[in-house]
């Protein structure tokens, strides 16, 4: 238990290491690649997600999504990649190949679509590599360059909020 505190806290640490070296750039290209970061117990709609973006012409094989689930039995049905608990260490390190592989694509464009404040979601959002984060209001504002205030099982109303700043910040 006192270990689990330590590993936490060290992961922190890295957490707000990576937001003071964030850089703050900004691009106008297109979307053309898309990741998307769900805690399974909030909304598990996988599906949603990708007929939503192809009715914005990004292509499905371009849309990766990965689930957080908080015990690993809930994850036996699952065809997605889906991380846990078990997939962290301590400062920051990453346990899971397919997790690492997530975070190092360069994605056009990152969704981070939870509500729930969990470490272990909060530093895949921070250390991913995407050019540009999208996240829901609630968690700290400083991980994401758009955030929209919706709860996870509005999930109409964030996709009608997203196509339209998308579309103003002329990334489709």
Same mark, same amino acid.
């Given at each position: 238990?006192?270990?689990? =505190? ?7 640490? $890295? ?8 850089? &703050?750039? @900004? ?9 998307? !970061? ?9 599906? /949603?997600?990708?007929?939503? @973006?192809?009715?914005i ?8 999504? +990965? /689930? $957080? +689930? ?8 699952? %065809?997605?990649?889906? @991380?846990?608990?078990?997939?962290? #260490? %301590?400062? #920051? ?7 690492? *592989?997530?975070?190092? *694509?360069?994605?056009? !464009? ?6 729930q404040?969990v ?6 959002? +921070? /250390?991913?590599? /995407?050019?540009?984060?999208? &996240?829901? =209001? &609630? ?8 955030? !929209?205030?919706? =709860? ?5 109303? @964030? ?14």
């Amino acid at each position: 238990m006192i270990l689990k =505190a330590f590993r936490e806290k060290s992961n922190q640490k $890295y957490i707000n290491k990576l937001l003071n070296s964030r850089n &703050g750039s @900004f691009s106008n290209t297109k979307v053309d690649k898309v990741g998307v !970061i769900l805690h399974l117990s909030e909304f598990s709609d996988f599906e /949603a997600f990708r007929t939503f @973006f192809e009715s914005i012409d990004i292509k499905r094989n371009k849309v990766k999504i +990965v /689930a $957080y +689930v908080e015990d690993n039995k809930d994850s036996n049905d699952l %065809w997605d990649t889906y @991380f846990n608990p078990k997939d962290f #260490g %301590w400062n #920051g390190k990453i346990k899971n190949v397919e997790l690492q *592989t997530f975070i190092d *694509t360069e994605f056009d !464009i990152l969704i981070s679509f939870y509500k729930q404040d969990v470490l272990d979601l909060n530093l895949i959002s +921070v /250390a991913s590599k /995407a050019k540009f984060k999208v &996240g829901l =209001a &609630g968690i700290d504002d400083r991980f994401y360059d758009l955030i !929209i205030n919706v =709860a996870p099982k509005e999930f109409t109303l @964030f996709k009608n909020e997203l196509k339209k700043y998308l579309t103003v910040l002329n990334k489709i």
